[in-house]
């Protein structure tokens, strides 16, 4: 393989650049594995978290606090969450917050000089992640995309992927690895987003790795029309008027009415009107001040004039599917294969019903930490190195046919057939639009899964690319079209309402339907019903 820049091998290999692959790396390193993480982006900047501030499920250990927390959570997630890994996270996260104030994170405290742990600064968080984790000796590599994983007959082996500054190929050998690449936004444009392409899940399928949750993708988030904040929080104190400046939310309630508009075509203008007095437009600027950024920036004082609005899709990032984990230690379905964040389903904490941060945010800290201690555990319990294993790359879909492989005749055929990748994204993207994917109806959905499954062989044809950034493009559109068919297919299997997830023929809740959707498969997609434990 002398085609590639660069190859390593290490005990752990972690994918990801956003908090859980953080912790997954400190986690694995403090085990005493060597560990490499290769990122997308930059660690310490990448991903959803490090733009903006985030909210925790952090309580003291206080009993009663604590159950009605978790009682709360069992019945918003649709009855779909277990307990005890509500009471896990709440443990574990009171350990790791401390820790991090221990490493130096400044948080506020009250009159008392209590510490409020309970709010997190994006980039503040991050950049002191990534110290903490070169610290402990994680060889960190920036702006690495991981294109396929590597695998024997005894599991997965590492992963191989692109080095964006030069182009050239690189290689990671492991005997454990962490899939922590955040989840699906299809590219909308939301902030901290666009790395976030469920590349971790078609790379994790295609060892046959299972997928759960997948119905509970119905999440967009307002933003400025002009803007990708997502923050939409401080709308609460907003007055919304439509094109001819009629008051839509006269009762003060926002329900669907930007959705509807924006699915129908139509512009939703807002003003933060509701904060009248300069005091609360004080609080409002420091409690959230990434909020007022495009406004600013634009020339618009959002408390006294209009601004129009949007949604973004955030699909899986603030669903709650993903991968499905079948241990405590965050394992998977694949030997030596372990998933953290948003790219693992968080039906066990969350049921079906998720949100931008807090249960989010508390997830990515512990199912880090859980799973890179399990990696380094099972990596150092393996009887031979990484690099001694007869590993192959298992990567199939979206992939440049590897030079002198014989195929050249039918990569050109499939390269005359397969539409530019602007051209299939923009396909895909419509699959999974407000009118289908949010305001879902039984027959929208099936008809959108048709039109799916015939675009797959195409979004999925390994055509040959020029230039190494197209071949990432078209694995992320490979992830994207097999993620919009995971959620069309569970969503056409929960014949109800419940959670974060509807379809109009079956308004409401089946007691009966008291189980969760496994999704396997690529070119055909096997569903399987699990009970949910007690």
């Given at each position: 393989?002398?085609?590639?820049?660069?190859?390593?091998?290490?005990?752990?290999?972690?994918?990801?650049?956003?908090?859980?692959?953080?912790?997954?790396?400190?986690?694995?390193?403090?085990?005493?594995?060597?560990?490499?993480?290769?990122?997308?982006?930059?660690?310490g900047?990448?991903?959803?978290?490090?733009?903006?501030?985030?909210?925790?499920?952090?309580?003291?250990?206080?009993?009663?606090?604590?159950?009605?927390?978790?009682?709360q959570?069992?019945?918003?997630?649709?009855?779909?969450?277990?307990?005890?890994?509500?009471?896990?996270?709440?443990?574990?996260?009171?350990?790791?917050?401390?820790?991090?104030?221990?490493?130096?994170?400044?948080?506020?405290?009250?009159?008392?000089?209590?510490?409020?742990?309970?709010?997190?600064?994006?980039?503040?968080?991050?950049?002191?992640?990534?110290?903490?984790?070169?610290?402990?000796?994680?060889?960190?590599?920036?702006?690495?995309?991981?294109?396929?994983?590597?695998?024997?007959?005894?599991?997965?082996?590492?992963?191989?992927?692109?080095?964006?500054?030069?182009?050239?190929?690189?290689?990671?050998?492991?005997n454990?690895?962490?899939?922590?690449?955040?989840g699906?936004?299809?590219?909308?444009?939301?902030?901290?987003?666009?790395?976030?392409?469920?590349?971790g899940?078609?790379?994790?399928?295609?060892?046959?790795?299972?997928?759960?949750?997948?119905?509970f993708?119905?999440?967009?988030?307002?933003?400025?029309?002009f803007g990708?904040?997502?923050?939409?929080?401080?709308?609460?104190w907003?007055?919304?008027?439509?094109?001819?400046?009629?008051?839509?939310?006269?009762?003060?309630?926002?329900g669907?009415?930007?959705?509807?508009?924006?699915?129908?075509g139509?512009?939703?203008?807002?003003?933060?009107?509701?904060?009248?007095?300069?005091?609360?437009?004080?609080?409002?600027?420091?409690?959230?001040?990434?909020?007022?950024?495009?406004?600013d920036?634009?020339?618009?004082?959002?408390?006294?004039?209009?601004?129009?609005?949007?949604?973004?899709?955030?699909?899986?990032?603030?669903?709650?599917?993903g991968?499905?984990?079948?241990?405590?230690?965050?394992?998977?379905?694949?030997?030596?294969?372990?998933?953290?964040?948003?790219?693992?389903?968080?039906?066990?904490?969350?049921?079906?019903m998720?949100?931008?941060?807090?249960?989010?945010?508390?997830?990515?800290i512990?199912?880090?930490?859980?799973?890179?201690?399990?990696?380094?555990?099972y990596?150092?319990?393996?009887?031979?190195?990484a690099?001694?294993?007869?590993?192959?790359?298992?990567?199939?879909?979206?992939?440049q046919?590897?030079?002198?492989?014989?195929?050249?005749?039918?990569?050109?055929?499939a390269?005359?057939?397969?539409?530019n990748?602007?051209?299939?994204?923009?396909?895909v993207?419509?699959?999974?639009?407000?009118?289908?994917?949010?305001?879902?109806?039984?027959?929208?959905?099936?008809?959108?899964?048709?039109?799916?499954?015939a675009?797959?062989?195409?979004?999925?044809?390994?055509?040959?690319?020029e230039?190494?950034q197209?071949?990432?493009?078209?694995?992320?559109?490979?992830?994207?079209?097999?993620?919009?068919?995971?959620?069309?297919?569970?969503?056409?299997?929960?014949?109800?309402?419940?959670?974060?997830?509807?379809?109009?023929?079956?308004?409401?809740?089946?007691?009966?339907?008291?189980?969760?959707?496994?999704?396997?498969?690529?070119?055909?997609?096997?569903?399987?019903?699990?009970?949910?434990?007690?």
């Open positions: 393989m002398s085609e590639l820049g660069r190859k390593l091998t290490t005990d752990v290999l972690v994918l990801g650049g956003g908090p859980a692959a953080a912790w997954a790396a400190w986690s694995a390193a403090s085990q005493g594995a060597k560990v490499v993480l290769a990122d997308k982006g930059y660690l900047t990448s991903g959803a978290t490090a733009p903006g501030g985030t909210n925790l499920l952090y309580l003291p250990p206080d009993r009663e606090l604590r159950d009605k927390a978790v009682e959570r069992y019945v918003g997630g649709g009855y779909l969450s277990e307990r005890s890994w509500t009471y896990r996270v709440l443990d574990q996260v009171y350990i790791n917050l401390e820790r991090i104030e221990q490493w130096g994170y400044p948080f506020v405290r009250d009159e008392h000089g209590v510490p409020q742990r309970g709010h997190l600064q994006g980039l503040e968080y991050m950049n002191l992640m990534r110290k903490v984790v070169l610290k402990a000796g994680v060889k960190v590599l920036d702006q690495h995309p991981a294109l396929e994983l590597l695998a024997d007959e005894h599991g997965v082996g590492g992963a191989r992927g692109v080095c964006r500054p030069d182009g050239t190929d690189w290689e990671v050998r492991a454990a690895v962490v899939v922590a690449t955040g699906c936004a299809f590219l909308s444009k939301g902030l901290g987003c666009n790395v976030l392409t469920g590349d899940l078609l790379m994790a399928s295609e060892l046959g790795a299972e997928l759960s949750g997948m119905e993708s119905r999440a967009y988030a307002p933003s400025a029309a990708t904040v997502t923050r939409g929080r401080l709308l609460g907003a007055t919304y008027y439509d094109e001819a400046g009629n008051v839509l939310n006269s009762d003060g309630n926002r669907q009415i930007l959705h509807k508009a924006v699915s129908e139509r512009t939703v203008y807002a003003m933060l009107n509701k904060a009248d007095t300069p005091e609360k437009q004080a609080i409002l600027r420091r409690s959230h001040a990434i909020f007022f950024l495009p406004y920036r634009a020339g618009i004082d959002v408390f006294t004039q209009k601004f129009p609005l949007t949604v973004r899709g955030e699909g899986t990032v603030r669903g709650t599917g991968i499905r984990l079948v241990g405590e230690d965050c394992s998977t379905t694949v030997a030596g294969l372990y998933a953290a964040g948003d790219a693992a389903s968080r039906e066990r904490l969350m049921g079906g998720s949100g931008g941060g807090a249960f989010n945010a508390s997830w990515a512990c199912s880090g930490t859980w799973s890179g201690e399990a990696a380094a555990a990596a150092a319990a393996q009887p031979g190195h690099g001694q294993r007869n590993l192959r790359p298992v990567g199939r879909f979206g992939l046919p590897k030079s002198g492989s014989g195929d050249s005749e039918a990569a050109a055929i390269d005359i057939q397969r539409p990748n602007a051209e299939l994204l923009k396909a993207q419509h699959e999974v639009s407000l009118k289908i994917n949010y305001f879902r109806r039984e027959s929208t959905i099936r008809e959108s899964l048709q039109r799916l499954n675009l797959w062989p195409i979004a999925g044809s390994a055509a040959g690319y230039g190494f197209q071949r990432i493009r078209a694995r992320e559109i490979a992830a994207m079209t097999a993620t919009a068919r995971w959620m069309h297919t569970a969503s056409l299997q929960r014949k109800e309402t419940r959670a974060m997830h509807t379809l109009a023929e079956y308004p409401e809740q089946d007691p009966s339907q008291l189980h969760r959707i496994a999704l396997w498969g690529l070119d055909h997609i096997s569903v399987r019903y699990d009970k949910v434990p007690v």
